[in-house]
Structure formats: structure tokens, C-alpha cells
């Protein structure tokens, strides 16, 4: 495991009153900051802690070498304002649903010590390794908090809040299911400059105006300028409809 995390989000220096800290996993070096890097830098800017977390070096991509395609998540993470490590479950286009992939990403969620994990959507028609993380995450995030797993002691359980997928193409989306719309509009700008930074990528494909033109659509039918979505893996509870944000019915 190679770090980039000078002070983990689970620091004990972290103010008592600051916003909980949010791990991102994404199987590639460009996954997450594509699939919900809006949302990530609406969240650092609110003061939240936030993680990311690449379990692949991008090794099997047909544009960019590892070395260049680490480089650039670790320049998207900088200009983020998150964290960054990277971790190995296999090689890029070798991902498995194991029990030991499970274990190590378990771990780690007890050694960070989330409240929110973002993940890629565990289905859906895109690359397998996207997919095989986010049924990992969904397991390890019950391993976590069981305290009786050999495997995992002596580090204390740890349960998380929520766990919220993402998708990185359209082809993904969760059409039969209610999405999250976070209103990223205002971090717009950041947003795009951390999609460039993934050089090797946006040069061979225009993914960066693919992400924005998606971000408009779902702005659109909200009613805000840009907007990005996460499917919840579980229903959500509030304290009170107070706590409630609007319907993004707008057409």
C-alpha cells in the first residue's frame, strides 16, 4: 500500500465539532473524481474530511502508464482538498469478490473510520472492476462492525453511516431506483480542473465534457445549474422532515 495521507480523516487532532469524514473508493485512478468529484469538492469546501482511496493503478488502461495515471489521482486529489492512498486488490481488470478482498477493505474502513463511504454501483452494464468494488465495499462494511472477526482483530469495529454509490457512465445510472442530487454547482469550476488533471484520459476521450454534460442534465431537472447523483445501498433515516431537502422534479 502506497499513502498520500499526511493526517488520515479519522486524526485524533480533528475538531469535535467538525463535519464526519467521508472515504471515496474508486477502482481507477480517474473513478472517483469522474463519477462524484463534484460532490467531494462541495464537501471539503463545507470543512468535511475527505479521503480517496484507488485500489488499482490504472495498469491495464489503454491510454496512460501506472506511474502517469498515479500521478494524476494524486494531483486531483491536492487540488480536491482530499487525502490519497492506493491499495491493491488484484490488479486493474482482476478485481474479485472475495473474502479476502473483503477483508482488506474491512480494514481499512476500520482503520479510517468513516461515516461515509462513497463507492462505485455494485451492477449495471461498465467495466467489472467498478462494479466488483462496490459489492466489496458492501460486504466489508458488514465486516467491519463485527467484532468477532479473527481476521480483523485487534483493530476495534467500526460501523459506518452511510454507504452511497456512484456511477462513472450514463450506461450505469440506477433508473429504477431514487437517487441523492447534491447541487454542485458553485464547485463547478474546481470540479473541471481536477478532471483535467487526469491528462492521460481526457486526451483520448472527451470524458471531462461527458461528466459536465451529465452534471447539466441532472442540474436541470433539479432546477439548479449542475447537480450529481449517489444511490443510497440503504434507505435513509432523518431526525424530522426538517432535516428533508426538496423534490428535483422541475419539468
Known amino acids: 500500500m502506497t499513502s498520500f495521507a499526511a ?22 485512478p480517474d473513478d472517483i473524481e469522474f463519477g462524484a468529484g463534484g460532490i467531494l469538492a462541495v464537501e471539503t469546501s ?6 480517496c482511496v484507488v485500489c488499482s493503478r490504472g495498469e491495464a488502461g489503454t491510454s496512460g502508464t501506472p ?12 487540488q480536491l482538498g482530499a487525502t490519497l492512498e492506493f491499495i491493491e486488490l488484484g490488479g486493474d481488470a482482476h478485481f474479485e469478490d472475495t473474502l479476502a478482498n473483503a477483508l482488506t477493505l ?21 467495466h467489472p472492476d467498478h462494479a466488483c468494488l462496490g459489492r466489496l465495499l458492501r460486504h466489508a462494511a458488514r465486516l467491519a462492525r463485527y467484532g ?10 467500526h460501523s459506518i453511516e452511510t454507504l452511497l454509490h456512484y456511477v462513472v457512465t450514463t450506461d450505469d445510472e440506477a433508473l429504477d431506483a431514487h437517487a441523492l442530487f ?5 464547485e463547478v469550476p474546481r470540479w473541471t480542473a481536477v478532471m483535467h488533471a487526469h491528462v492521460s484520459q481526457s486526451a483520448s476521450r472527451d470524458y471531462v465534457e461527458l461528466q459536465l454534460t451529465r452534471a447539466r442534465l441532472l442540474g436541470l431537472r433539479a432546477g439548479v445549474a449542475y447537480a450529481q447523483a449517489l444511490w443510497p ?12 431537502g426538496r423534490g428535483v422534479r422541475r419539468f
Open 7 to 28: 493526517t488520515p480523516p479519522s486524526s485524533p487532532d480533528t475538531p469535535v465539532n467538525s463535519p464526519q469524514p467521508l472515504v471515496a473508493f474508486g477502482a481507477h
Open 46 to 51: 463545507a470543512g468535511r474530511p475527505v479521503h
Open 67 to 78: 506511474a502517469q495515471r498515479s500521478a494524476e489521482a494524486i494531483a486531483g486529489a491536492t
Open 106 to 126: 474491512a480494514a481499512l474502513l476500520r482503520r479510517l473510520r468513516p461515516a461515509v463511504v462513497l463507492a462505485p454501483s455494485p451492477g449495471g452494464n461498465q
Open 148 to 157: 468477532g472477526v479473527a481476521e480483523l482483530q485487534p483493530a476495534p469495529p
Open 182 to 186: 447534491i447541487d454542485i454547482s458553485p
Open 233 to 244: 445501498a440503504d434507505p435513509l433515516l432523518f431526525p424530522s422532515l426538517a432535516a428533508l
